[in-house]
């Protein structure tokens, strides 16, 4: 496993991570997540000794990496997919490296196989496009056949059959009993891959918890109803204590209540329902939600003309999509702000 204690880098005045505590176990794909700037990739770096922690410590298996005699047989990383001599071709930089860690030369022609390079395993690095780059830098991540696994934004420049293959890796990685580190502002990918998240904001632990817990604890689920007989039912569902909020577009939203105590209580009042649909927020959302208020760089230029750039745009309020489309929180902390109102009536 993988253990920081108040791991913390200062560059000058930026304090870029800020004790960091927590512990990444095997058996799961732990997803690590922070906006741009939070501080996941000098974290990374630190893990692997590629930067000295101002303070605190990180251990892999209870050692520093410079502890590690052949390293890449505890810890596989991705960090930079650049990060090759762009003369080597793909075969002699996996060799560098396996004959650098112990490794034998066989292993480089299974991990080429394994990320789908072999066809290209003679040529020049410098020629690789983004993706089969990325390729490569799994390839090297997996070389030592580590028990460790570390990935800092995997799927980038990957096309859509190479996101399914890593994704499926990952999952098997972690299947295998491993420890799988991975980070990605592809919050739909994450979604689908990892078990764990440990989310950090302006170099600081906001969350580290299930998925599961995550999305629940940082975002609201709420039933969609509408009805032709709206008023009658806006009656009973105060009458029966239900919290309701109105969505704008005639729905009503009910908090604190489940879809099959709302049907009943309409069937029991012999109420037509035309909609009666839960809705649970995205991860993207629940991110959105905690981070909010440590996003460090926001764009602010809408581009002129562009739909849903002027001065009438829903953000929040009726007419907002209120999942998977406008993002609560994309400008700022004000996340729930619309929905509280519009449910006190205001
Ligand atoms: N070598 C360095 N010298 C000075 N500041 C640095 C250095 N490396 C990182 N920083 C600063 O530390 C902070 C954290 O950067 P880091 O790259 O770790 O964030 P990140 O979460 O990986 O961001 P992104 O998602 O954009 O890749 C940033 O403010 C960055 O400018």
Redesign the pocket.
């Known amino acids: 496993m993988i253990e920081l204690k108040g791991l913390t880098k200062r560059?000058g005045e930026?304090v870029?991570v800020d004790h960091l505590t927590f512990t990444v176990r095997p058996g799961v794909v732990t997803g690590f997540l922070?906006p741009?700037?939070?501080?996941?990739?000098?974290t990374m770096r630190m893990l692997l000794g590629l930067d000295h922690p101002t303070a605190g410590d990180v251990r892999i298996d209870g050692k520093r990496y410079a502890q590690l005699k052949d390293p890449l047989k505890y810890i596989g990383a991705l960090l930079d997919a650049k990060a090759v001599h762009g003369g080597r071709s793909a075969f002699h930089h996996l060799l560098c490296l396996a004959q650098s860690n112990g490794i034998p030369r066989a292993r480089v022609h299974e991990v080429l196989d394994t990320v789908g390079l072999t066809a290209v395993a003679k040529k020049k690095a410098k020629g690789f496009s983004l993706g089969m780059g990325q390729r490569l830098g799994i390839a090297g991540a997996l070389l030592g056949d580590p028990e460790i696994l570390m990935f800092d934004e995997p799927v980038n420049g990957l096309d859509p059959e190479g996101i399914h293959w890593i994704r499926n890796l990952m999952k098997s990685l972690a299947g295998q009993g491993r420890t799988v580190f991975v980070s990605s502002?592809l919050m739909s990918e994450m979604a689908l891959t990892a078990d764990h998240l440990v989310v950090i904001g302006q170099g600081r632990l906001l969350a580290d918890t299930s998925m599961a817990d995550f999305i629940r604890q940082n975002s609201r689920s709420y039933v969609r109803l509408r009805s032709p007989q709206r008023e009658r039912l806006l009656d009973v569902l105060h009458e029966a204590g239900v919290t309701v909020a109105e969505a704008g577009d005639g729905a009503l939203e009910a908090d604190g209540t489940s879809a099959e105590q709302l049907g009943e209580l309409a069937a029991r009042h012999q109420l037509v329902l035309h909609e009666l649909s839960p809705q649970q927020a995205s991860l993207e959302e629940a991110f959105m939600r905690l981070t909010a208020e440590s996003v460090e760089y926001h764009a602010h230029t809408a581009v002129p003309g562009a739909p849903g750039s002027g001065p009438g745009a829903p953000t929040s309020g009726p007419g907002a999509p209120t999942s998977g489309g406008a993002l609560p929180g994309a400008g700022g902390p004000g996340w729930g702000e619309g929905w509280q109102r519009r449910r006190k009536g205001a």
């Open positions: 560059y930026k870029a922070g741009n700037g939070a501080g996941k990739s000098t502002h």
